[in-house]
C-alpha cells in the first residue's frame, strides 16, 4: 500500500534491468570520402586487462550522429540487451546476465553512476563525436571498482595534439517530432588542443500503438513522453613541457523528460528533470622514470521527479580523486599503483536528512611478459568505505598466442577476477525504509576463450569465442517488510554462459568497401526459489534474454553508403517466479547517405528507417515502444589540417 | 502451456460445477452452475506498483487448487497495476486498480472482462448499495512527499460504468461500510470517520476516532469497529454505536504506536481478527479489552477469514515475487499454504 511511497527508489534502483553481452571489435572508418582506415589508441585498461574481454564500440555512429545517447549507440552497434522505459526514456544495460546496477560507467577513468540509484541511465549519456566506447565484459572489481560485477563501460575523450582546425554542424528531423541539432569544434596547434561539442535531442514520441492491456485493446496516442535533451562538452588539452601534460574536461547534460507511463497504468504527468555536470582536470607527467597522473573531479547531479506537480527532488554532489603512478619496473614487468578517493554529498527528499559518504581504495596492476607471445596480469585493488568492509578484489589473467602465422593469430585467454559492489546511498539511507546494516555484494568471475584475427588478401576479420561462468552473492533486493519496502541481502545469482563475436572487412574493389559484424550471446543467469510445491528450483532472472543475435552490414562505394542492423531477442521473463515474459522479437534498422566534398568543405545527407519491419515490441513490461520511423539529416563540416 | 491450461480450466470447471451441484442440492431453484467461478476464494494479488502485473488468483479450498493467474487465463490480458481490492455485486465483479486509475469490471461467474470505469484517482475500496449504485474511496491528493488531499468518495452508477457524483471525504480514504442507510469512510490519513447519507451523496458528519483509521466491520450487535494506527499515539480498536449518536469506545492496542493493518470478523460476527505491529489477535466483540497475547506472530499484507469454516487466510510476499496464501485455523494453527501472485493484499469468499 505504501508502495507508491518507495516507488522511486524501488523501480529505479533496483526493478534492474539487463543485458547480455557483447561487442565490436572494429571496423574503424572514418567518416570522410576516401576509404582510409584508422586506428583507435589502446586504451589504457587494456594493459591490464589481459585474459579478459576488452572491445571498442564502432565509433562511426557517434561521429555520424554526434548527441543520440549511448543507449542508441549500444543499441544499435551492440549485442547487449537494453532495457527501456520507452523511446529516449530511462534506459539501462547489464552485462552477463546481472543487472544495471552491476554495470559501471567510467567517464576518463572516473565512475560516474549516480550514487544514489547505483546505476547509470544510459539514455542520460550523449556523448560528444569524438567520445571513444569500450565494454569489457566481466568482472572487474581490481580496474574498475565498486560496481564492475557484469561488466564495465568504458567512455573515454582521447588526448590528442595533431594540428587540426574543424568544425562541424548537423540538423536531423524525424517521426513523431525528432528533432536534432548538433555542432562541434576542434583545435590544435600542437601544444594547445580545444574540442567543444553541443548537442540538442528533442522528440514529442507521439507514436501510435495498439493498447492491448486495457478492455476492447483501443488505438492510442502515446500521451506522456515527449522529451528534450541539451548537452555540452569541452576539453582542454595543454602541453606544459615535453613531458607534462594539463588535461581539463567538462560535460554538461540537462534532461527535460516526461516519463511514459504503462501501457495499464494511469498517465500520472509524471516529469523527470536531470541535470549531470562534470569536471575533471588532469595532470600527468613524466617522473622518475614513471609516468605520474593525477586527477580531480567535481560533478553535480540533480534529479528532479514529479508526479502529478508533486517534486521529489534529489541533488548529489560528488568530489573524487585519483593519483597513478606506472612505471617499467623490469624490461618484462610493467606496474602502476594507484589511490583514490571519493565523497559524495547527497541532498535526497527520500532521506531523513542530508548525507554523506567517503569511499577509498587503492590498487596495484601488474603486467608481465616474460615471452612475447604470453601477457601475465595481476591486478588487485582493496576499498575501504565508510561503516563497510568491501571484499580485497584481486583480478589475475594471462593471453598466449597459439600460433602466429602470415595471416593467421590464434590467441587463448583466460581471466579469473572477483568483485565488489557497495550498496547505493538509497538501499542505506531511503526513509524510513533503508537498510544501514547492508553488506557490500561481491562476486566471482572466470573465463576463458579464444581469439583469431585473420587477413588474407583484402579480407580481414576476427572472431572470438569466450565462456564464463559467473557468481553473484549477497545481491541486494528489496523485500517487503509490513506496509514498507526495504533492502536485504537476500540472493545468490550463478550464471554462465557464451559469447561468439565475429567481424570482417573486405576492400571488394578500389572503391567499395564491405563490413559486417554478428555477435550472439547465450546466457544463463539464476537464482533458486520456491515453485508452487515450495521446492527450490533455479530460475533465470528476469529480464535476461537467453539468446541474443546482432548482426549488422554496411556498403560503402565511393561517397555512397548503405547501412543496416538487425538484432534477435529472446524471450525475457518480467518477473523473478519466471510467470510472465515478453515475447522474442527481431528489430532491423537500415540508413543511407552520401558525402559531397570540396576541397576543406564537405556535407553529409543521411535517411534512416528505425525497426523497418514495423516490429511491436517491448524491452520493459507494458512499455509501448515505437513504430517504423524515419529520420533524415544534413551535415556540413569544414576542416583544415595543416 | 495456454492448451494444457485450457485444459486445467475445463478440469476445474467440471469440478467446480460438481460440488457447486452437490453444495446445492437443497436448493430447488436453478441450481445449474451459473460459470466455472462461482464460488471460491478469489486473492488479490497487488502486484509491484508501476509493473502492470496485478492478478486475481482462485482458490478451490474443496479440492486445494489454485488457478493464480485467472484474468489473464480468461481475458488473455493483463489486468492492471496495482489491484487494491475486489467486489462482488450480484453478477458481477469489480476490480479496483490503484495504479491503473480504473475498476475493471467483469462477469462473476466467468470472469470475462465485459467493461472498465474510468475517471477515477487511485481507487482504493469499494461498496455497493445495490445493483445500481456503489461507493469507491479514491486518495485524491496523495504524492511522494506530502498528501494534499482532499481524499474523495466516487458514487459510481453501476448500470453504466461511470462516476455519477464525487465526494471530498477526508485525506487517504481506505475502508468503508455501508450500514442502515449511511456510508462511513475511513480517512487514514486523519483521525476521523466520515459518514455519508447515500439518500443525498453529501457528508451528514464526521466522527473523530483518533489517529489513522484505516479499515472498518460491523458486529453482530450492529456495531461499527474501526481498526486505527497510529505514530504518535498507540493504535487502537474503535467500537462505534450507530444508534447512540456514534458514541465511541476506544480499545486500546498494546505494544509500540504503528500503522493500522489488517481487519476482519468471522461469519457469526462476534470475533474481531485484526493485525497490527506485524502479529495478528483476534478479540471478541463484547470483550473489555484488547488481547495482549497474538495468534500469530507473522505480519500478513492480506488478512481474510472465510465466513463458512473461519479458516484464516494469510497473504504474504514481497513485490518482487510469487506470494503465498497462508490458512490458518483461527487458534493460530498453520494448515496448508498456496503460491499465488505478487503481494497477495485480500481475500474475497463466494
Same mark, same amino acid.
Given at each position: 500500500?505504501?508502495?507508491?511511497? /518507495?516507488?522511486?527508489?524501488?523501480?529505479?534502483?533496483?526493478?534492474?534491468?539487463?543485458?547480455?553481452?557483447?561487442?565490436?571489435?572494429?571496423?574503424?572508418? #572514418?567518416?570522410? &570520402?576516401?576509404?582510409?582506415? /584508422? @586506428?583507435?589508441?589502446?586504451?589504457?585498461?587494456?594493459?591490464?586487462?589481459?585474459?579478459?574481454?576488452?572491445?571498442?564500440?564502432?565509433?562511426?555512429?557517434?561521429?555520424?550522429?554526434?548527441?543520440?545517447?549511448?543507449?542508441?549507440?549500444?543499441?544499435?552497434?551492440?549485442?547487449?540487451?537494453?532495457?527501456?522505459?520507452?523511446?529516449?526514456?530511462?534506459?539501462?544495460?547489464?552485462?552477463?546476465?546481472?543487472?544495471?546496477?552491476?554495470?559501471?560507467?567510467? *567517464?576518463?577513468?572516473?565512475?560516474?553512476?549516480?550514487?544514489?540509484?547505483?546505476?547509470?541511465?544510459?539514455?542520460? %549519456?550523449?556523448?560528444?563525436?569524438?567520445?571513444?566506447?569500450?565494454?569489457?565484459?566481466? #568482472?572487474?572489481?581490481?580496474?574498475?571498482?565498486?560496481?564492475?560485477?557484469?561488466?564495465?563501460?568504458?567512455?573515454?575523450? #582521447?588526448?590528442?595534439?595533431?594540428?587540426?582546425?574543424?568544425?562541424?554542424?548537423?540538423?536531423?528531423?524525424?517521426?513523431?517530432?525528432?528533432?536534432?541539432?548538433?555542432?562541434?569544434?576542434?583545435?590544435?596547434?600542437?601544444?594547445?588542443?580545444?574540442?567543444?561539442?553541443?548537442?540538442?535531442?528533442?522528440?514529442?514520441?507521439?507514436?501510435?500503438?495498439?493498447?492491448?492491456? /486495457?478492455?476492447?485493446?483501443?488505438?492510442?496516442?502515446?500521451?506522456?513522453?515527449?522529451?528534450?535533451?541539451?548537452?555540452?562538452?569541452?576539453? %582542454?588539452?595543454?602541453?606544459? =613541457?615535453?613531458?607534462?601534460?594539463?588535461?581539463?574536461?567538462?560535460?554538461?547534460?540537462?534532461?527535460?523528460?516526461? +516519463?511514459?507511463?504503462?501501457?495499464?497504468?494511469?498517465?500520472?504527468?509524471? &516529469?523527470?528533470?536531470?541535470?549531470?555536470?562534470?569536471?575533471?582536470?588532469?595532470?600527468?607527467?613524466?617522473?622518475?622514470?614513471?609516468?605520474?597522473?593525477?586527477?580531480?573531479?567535481?560533478?553535480?547531479?540533480?534529479?528532479?521527479?514529479?508526479?502529478?506537480?508533486?517534486?521529489?527532488?534529489?541533488?548529489?554532489?560528488?568530489?573524487?580523486?585519483? &593519483?597513478?603512478?606506472?612505471?617499467?619496473?623490469?624490461?618484462?614487468?610493467?606496474?602502476?599503483?594507484?589511490?583514490?578517493?571519493?565523497?559524495? $554529498?547527497?541532498?535526497?527528499?527520500?532521506?531523513?536528512?542530508?548525507?554523506?559518504?567517503?569511499?577509498?581504495?587503492?590498487?596495484?596492476?601488474?603486467?608481465?611478459?616474460?615471452?612475447?607471445?604470453?601477457? +601475465?596480469?595481476?591486478?588487485?585493488?582493496?576499498?575501504?568505505?565508510?561503516?563497510?568492509?568491501?571484499?580485497?578484489?584481486?583480478?589475475?589473467?594471462?593471453?598466449?598466442?597459439?600460433?602466429?602465422?602470415?595471416?593467421?593469430?590464434?590467441? !587463448?585467454?583466460?581471466?579469473?577476477?572477483?568483485?565488489?559492489?557497495?550498496?547505493?546511498?538509497?538501499?542505506?539511507?531511503?526513509?524510513?525504509?533503508?537498510?544501514?546494516?547492508?553488506?557490500?555484494?561481491?562476486?566471482?568471475?572466470?573465463?576463458?576463450?579464444?581469439?583469431?584475427?585473420?587477413?588474407?588478401? $583484402?579480407?580481414?576479420?576476427?572472431?572470438? +569465442?569466450?565462456?564464463?561462468?559467473?557468481?553473484?552473492?549477497?545481491?541486494?533486493?528489496?523485500?517487503?517488510?509490513?506496509?514498507?519496502?526495504?533492502?536485504?541481502?537476500?540472493?545468490?545469482?550463478?550464471?554462465?554462459?557464451?559469447?561468439?563475436?565475429?567481424?570482417?572487412?573486405?576492400?571488394?574493389?578500389?572503391?567499395?568497401?564491405?563490413?559486417?559484424?554478428?555477435?550472439?550471446?547465450?546466457?544463463?543467469?539464476?537464482?533458486?526459489?520456491?515453485?508452487?510445491?515450495?521446492?527450490?528450483?533455479?530460475?533465470?532472472?528476469?529480464?535476461?534474454?537467453?539468446?541474443?543475435?546482432?548482426? *549488422?552490414?554496411?556498403?560503402?562505394?565511393?561517397?555512397?553508403?548503405?547501412?543496416?542492423?538487425?538484432?534477435?531477442?529472446?524471450?525475457?521473463?518480467?518477473?523473478?517466479?519466471?510467470?510472465?515474459?515478453?515475447?522474442?522479437?527481431?528489430?532491423?534498422?537500415?540508413?543511407?547517405?552520401?558525402?559531397?566534398?570540396?576541397?576543406?568543405?564537405? !556535407?553529409?545527407?543521411?535517411?534512416?528507417?528505425?525497426?523497418?519491419?514495423?516490429?511491436?515490441?517491448?524491452?520493459?513490461?507494458?512499455?509501448?515502444?515505437?513504430?517504423?520511423?524515419?529520420?533524415?539529416?544534413?551535415?556540413?563540416?569544414?576542416?583544415?589540417?595543416? | 502451456?495456454?492448451?494444457?491450461?485450457?485444459?486445467?480450466?475445463?478440469?476445474?470447471?467440471?469440478?467446480?460445477?460438481?460440488?457447486?451441484?452437490?453444495?446445492?442440492?437443497?436448493?430447488?431453484?436453478?441450481?445449474?452452475?451459473?460459470?466455472?467461478?462461482?464460488?471460491?476464494?478469489?486473492?488479490?494479488?497487488?502486484?509491484?506498483?508501476?509493473?502492470?502485473?496485478?492478478?486475481?488468483?482462485?482458490?478451490?479450498?474443496?479440492?486445494?487448487?489454485?488457478?493464480?493467474?485467472?484474468?489473464?487465463?480468461?481475458?488473455?490480458?493483463?489486468?492492471?497495476?496495482?489491484?487494491?481490492?475486489?467486489?462482488?455485486?450480484?453478477?458481477?465483479?469489480?476490480?479496483?486498480?490503484?495504479?491503473?486509475?480504473?475498476?475493471?469490471?467483469?462477469?462473476?461467474?466467468?470472469?470475462?472482462?465485459?467493461?472498465?470505469?474510468?475517471?477515477?484517482?487511485?481507487?482504493?475500496?469499494?461498496?455497493?448499495?445495490?445493483?445500481?449504485?456503489?461507493?469507491?474511496?479514491?486518495?485524491?491528493?496523495?504524492?511522494?512527499?506530502?498528501?494534499?488531499?482532499?481524499?474523495?468518495?466516487?458514487?459510481?452508477?453501476? @448500470?453504466?460504468?461511470?462516476? =455519477?457524483?464525487?465526494?471530498?471525504?477526508?485525506?487517504?480514504?481506505?475502508?468503508?461500510?455501508?450500514?442502515?442507510?449511511? %456510508?462511513?469512510? !475511513?480517512?487514514?490519513?486523519?483521525?476521523?470517520?466520515?459518514? +455519508?447519507?447515500?439518500?443525498?451523496?453529501?457528508?451528514?458528519?464526521?466522527?473523530?476516532?483518533?489517529?489513522?483509521?484505516?479499515?472498518?466491520?460491523?458486529?453482530?450487535?450492529?456495531?461499527?469497529?474501526?481498526?486505527?494506527?497510529?505514530?504518535?499515539?498507540?493504535?487502537?480498536?474503535?467500537?462505534?454505536?450507530?444508534?447512540?449518536?456514534?458514541?465511541?469506545?476506544?480499545?486500546?492496542? #498494546?505494544?509500540?504506536?504503528?500503522? !493500522?493493518?489488517?481487519?476482519?470478523?468471522?461469519?457469526?460476527?462476534?470475533?474481531?481478527?485484526?493485525?497490527?505491529?506485524?502479529?495478528?489477535?483476534?478479540?471478541?466483540?463484547?470483550?473489555?479489552?484488547?488481547?495482549?497475547?497474538?495468534?500469530?506472530?507473522?505480519?500478513?499484507?492480506?488478512?481474510?477469514?472465510?465466513?463458512?469454516?473461519?479458516?484464516?487466510?494469510?497473504?504474504?510476499?514481497?513485490?518482487?515475487?510469487?506470494?503465498?496464501?497462508?490458512?490458518?485455523?483461527?487458534?493460530?494453527?498453520?494448515?496448508?499454504?498456496?503460491?499465488?501472485?505478487?503481494?497477495?493484499?485480500?481475500?474475497?469468499?463466494?
Amino acid at each position: 500500500m505504501t508502495q507508491r511511497a /518507495v516507488f522511486f527508489a524501488y523501480i529505479l534502483g533496483l526493478a534492474s534491468t539487463l543485458l547480455a553481452p557483447e561487442t565490436y571489435a572494429q571496423t574503424q572508418l #572514418p567518416d570522410t &570520402v576516401e576509404l582510409r582506415a /584508422v @586506428t583507435v589508441a589502446g586504451h589504457k585498461y587494456t594493459r591490464y586487462a589481459a585474459g579478459s574481454r576488452t572491445q571498442s564500440i564502432d565509433s562511426l555512429l557517434l561521429s555520424r550522429q554526434p548527441g543520440i545517447t549511448l543507449a542508441d549507440v549500444l543499441q544499435q552497434r551492440s549485442p547487449l540487451y537494453l532495457k527501456s522505459y520507452g523511446n529516449g526514456m530511462t534506459a539501462t544495460v547489464a552485462f552477463r546476465g546481472t543487472t544495471a546496477s552491476h554495470t559501471a560507467v567510467l *567517464w576518463n577513468g572516473l565512475n560516474i553512476a549516480l550514487p544514489t540509484l547505483g546505476l547509470t541511465d544510459f539514455a542520460l %549519456l550523449p556523448p560528444s563525436a569524438h567520445t571513444q566506447v569500450a565494454l569489457q565484459h566481466g #568482472p572487474g572489481g581490481a580496474l574498475h571498482g565498486s560496481g564492475a560485477v557484469g561488466g564495465t563501460v568504458l567512455l573515454n575523450n #582521447p588526448v590528442s595534439f595533431e594540428p587540426r582546425r574543424e568544425v562541424q554542424v548537423q540538423q536531423e528531423l524525424g517521426s513523431f517530432g525528432h528533432r536534432r541539432s548538433a555542432a562541434s569544434g576542434s583545435f590544435s596547434n600542437g601544444r594547445l588542443s580545444l574540442t567543444s561539442s553541443f548537442t540538442r535531442t528533442a522528440s514529442d514520441n507521439d507514436f501510435r500503438f495498439r493498447n492491448t492491456t /486495457v478492455f476492447g485493446a483501443p488505438r492510442e496516442t502515446q500521451q506522456n513522453a515527449a522529451f528534450k535533451q541539451t548537452s555540452f562538452a569541452q576539453d %582542454l588539452h595543454y602541453k606544459l =613541457s615535453q613531458n607534462q601534460r594539463l588535461t581539463v574536461r567538462g560535460w554538461y547534460v540537462k534532461t527535460h523528460r516526461q +516519463i511514459q507511463p504503462s501501457m495499464g497504468s494511469a498517465n500520472n504527468h509524471a &516529469v523527470q528533470d536531470d541535470e549531470n555536470l562534470r569536471l575533471m582536470a588532469e595532470w600527468q607527467g613524466q617522473l622518475a622514470g614513471g609516468t605520474t597522473t593525477v586527477r580531480g573531479a567535481w560533478f553535480k547531479d540533480r534529479l528532479d521527479y514529479a508526479e502529478n506537480g508533486t517534486p521529489s527532488l534529489s541533488t548529489v554532489s560528488t568530489y573524487q580523486s585519483q &593519483v597513478e603512478h606506472e612505471r617499467q619496473l623490469l624490461p618484462h614487468l610493467l606496474l602502476q599503483v594507484g589511490g583514490e578517493a571519493q565523497v559524495f $554529498k547527497a541532498e535526497v527528499g527520500g532521506y531523513s536528512g542530508n548525507v554523506d559518504e567517503t569511499r577509498f581504495s587503492a590498487y596495484s596492476w601488474l603486467r608481465y611478459t616474460p615471452v612475447d607471445k604470453l601477457q +601475465i596480469n595481476l591486478n588487485v585493488r582493496q576499498a575501504w568505505v565508510q561503516s563497510f568492509n568491501p571484499p580485497f578484489t584481486p583480478t589475475l589473467g594471462a593471453n598466449y598466442t597459439l600460433l602466429a602465422t602470415e595471416g593467421n593469430t590464434l590467441t !587463448a585467454k583466460a581471466n579469473v577476477s572477483r568483485s565488489y559492489r557497495v550498496p547505493t546511498l538509497n538501499d542505506r539511507f531511503w526513509y524510513p525504509s533503508g537498510n544501514p546494516d547492508l553488506k557490500p555484494e561481491n562476486g566471482w568471475g572466470y573465463e576463458a576463450g579464444l581469439v583469431h584475427a585473420f587477413q588474407q588478401g $583484402k579480407l580481414t576479420g576476427t572472431t572470438e +569465442i569466450t565462456g564464463y561462468r559467473l557468481k553473484v552473492e549477497d545481491w541486494i533486493q528489496w523485500q517487503t517488510r509490513g506496509a514498507y519496502s526495504e533492502p536485504v541481502n537476500l540472493q545468490n545469482v550463478r550464471g554462465y554462459g557464451m559469447e561468439a563475436d565475429y567481424r570482417w572487412n573486405f576492400q571488394a574493389a578500389e572503391n567499395v568497401l564491405l563490413s559486417g559484424g554478428l555477435a550472439y550471446a547465450y546466457t544463463i543467469s539464476e537464482q533458486k526459489l520456491p515453485n508452487a510445491w515450495a521446492e527450490l528450483q533455479d530460475r533465470q532472472l528476469f529480464y535476461v534474454p537467453k539468446h541474443k543475435v546482432a548482426g *549488422w552490414a554496411e556498403v560503402r562505394y565511393r561517397n555512397w553508403w548503405l547501412a543496416t542492423d538487425a538484432t534477435f531477442t529472446s524471450k525475457r521473463y518480467t518477473d523473478n517466479d519466471n510467470n510472465n515474459w515478453l515475447d522474442p522479437y527481431a528489430l532491423i534498422n537500415a540508413s543511407i547517405g552520401k558525402t559531397f566534398a570540396w576541397r576543406t568543405f564537405e !556535407a553529409q545527407l543521411q535517411a534512416q528507417v528505425q525497426n523497418l519491419s514495423n516490429t511491436v515490441y517491448q524491452t520493459m513490461a507494458y512499455r509501448a515502444m515505437p513504430p517504423r520511423n524515419f529520420r533524415i539529416s544534413l551535415g556540413l563540416k569544414w576542416a583544415q589540417q595543416p | 502451456m495456454n492448451l494444457t491450461q485450457l485444459k486445467k480450466h475445463f478440469l476445474y470447471a467440471l469440478l467446480g460445477s460438481t460440488l457447486l451441484t452437490t453444495a446445492c442440492d437443497s436448493d430447488n431453484e436453478d441450481n445449474s452452475p451459473k460459470g466455472a467461478y462461482e464460488h471460491g476464494v478469489f486473492i488479490t494479488n497487488e502486484g509491484a506498483f508501476g509493473h502492470g502485473n496485478a492478478e486475481i488468483s482462485y482458490l478451490l479450498p474443496q479440492t486445494k487448487t489454485v488457478q493464480p493467474e485467472l484474468f489473464k487465463q480468461v481475458n488473455n490480458r493483463p489486468l492492471g497495476d496495482a489491484a487494491q481490492s475486489i467486489m462482488f455485486v450480484e453478477d458481477k465483479a469489480y476490480i479496483a486498480l490503484n495504479g491503473s486509475n480504473r475498476i475493471e469490471v467483469v462477469n462473476a461467474y466467468s470472469f470475462a472482462s465485459t467493461g472498465v470505469i474510468n475517471g477515477l484517482e487511485i481507487p482504493r475500496y469499494m461498496v455497493a448499495l445495490n445493483s445500481r449504485k456503489a461507493y469507491v474511496t479514491e486518495y485524491v491528493g496523495y504524492e511522494f512527499f506530502g498528501y494534499t488531499g482532499p481524499g474523495r468518495v466516487s458514487v459510481l452508477d453501476l @448500470t453504466t460504468n461511470t462516476v =455519477s457524483k464525487t465526494i471530498d471525504v477526508g485525506k487517504l480514504p481506505e475502508g468503508l461500510l455501508l450500514h442502515n442507510g449511511k %456510508l462511513y469512510v !475511513a480517512n487514514s490519513d486523519g483521525n476521523t470517520v466520515s459518514v +455519508i447519507n447515500t439518500t443525498t451523496d453529501a457528508v451528514e458528519t464526521t466522527l473523530t476516532v483518533g489517529e489513522g483509521p484505516k479499515f472498518l466491520v460491523l458486529d453482530a450487535n450492529q456495531k461499527i469497529w474501526v481498526l486505527r494506527g497510529g505514530y504518535s499515539e498507540a493504535g487502537a480498536l474503535v467500537k462505534i454505536d450507530p444508534v447512540n449518536n456514534h458514541a465511541i469506545t476506544s480499545y486500546t492496542l #498494546p505494544g509500540e504506536s504503528l500503522g !493500522a493493518g489488517q481487519l476482519t470478523i468471522n461469519g457469526a460476527k462476534n470475533t474481531l481478527y485484526y493485525s497490527y505491529g506485524g502479529r495478528i489477535y483476534s478479540m471478541s466483540t463484547t470483550a473489555t479489552a484488547a488481547p495482549t497475547a497474538p495468534i500469530i506472530r507473522r505480519d500478513p499484507y492480506g488478512l481474510g477469514i472465510d465466513p463458512e469454516t473461519n479458516v484464516l487466510y494469510l497473504g504474504i510476499g514481497d513485490f518482487s515475487s510469487n506470494g503465498w496464501a497462508i490458512r490458518y485455523q483461527p487458534s493460530g494453527t498453520v494448515i496448508d499454504s498456496f503460491q499465488v501472485r505478487i503481494a497477495p493484499n485480500g481475500f474475497s469468499f463466494r
